[in-house]
Nanobody, 123 residues
Framework: QVRVVESGGGLVQAGGSLRLSCTAS????????MGWFRQAPGKEREGISF????????YYADSVKGRFTISRDNAKNTLYLQMNSLKPEDTAMYYC????????????????WGQGTQVTVSS
């Protein structure tokens, strides 16, 4: 079992950048594939980026491709999401999630979730 805690959200103007972090409680973090999800008010939670447990491969939703970069530092038990060229439509609660083993992209395949960090992009 792993506990994850997100941080780094905030208020930013359109075109700006933020870096989210997700810190895991266990050193077994390296055994977990990770994902970033977001949920805007009144909308479904959507997966936006995923990374293998080694960090060798990553995947992105079309809505963030070219603007967001997922990465991880297994020595620090931390997952990151670098968000550039932010748009008002990126406003949402952002969650990290963990699943043991190989990479997943479906929300219901992830077993462990953080509480989320709010990102608000003003126009």
């Amino acid at each position: 079992q792993v506990r994850v805690v997100e941080s780094g959200g905030g208020l930013v103007q359109a075109g700006g950048s933020l870096r989210l972090s997700c810190t895991a409680s266990e050193s077994t973090f390296r055994d977990y594939a990770m994902g970033w999800f977001r949920q805007a008010p009144g909308k479904e939670r959507e997966g936006i980026s995923f990374i293998t447990y080694t960090g060798a491969s990553a995947y992105y939703a079309d809505s963030v491709k070219g603007r967001f970069t997922i990465s991880r530092d297994n020595a620090k038990n931390t997952l990151y999401l670098q968000m550039n060229s932010l748009k008002p439509e990126d406003t949402a609660m952002y969650y990290c999630a963990a699943v043991l083993g190989s990479i997943k992209t479906m929300r219901n395949r992830f077993d462990y979730w953080g509480q989320g960090t709010q990102v608000t992009v003003s126009s």
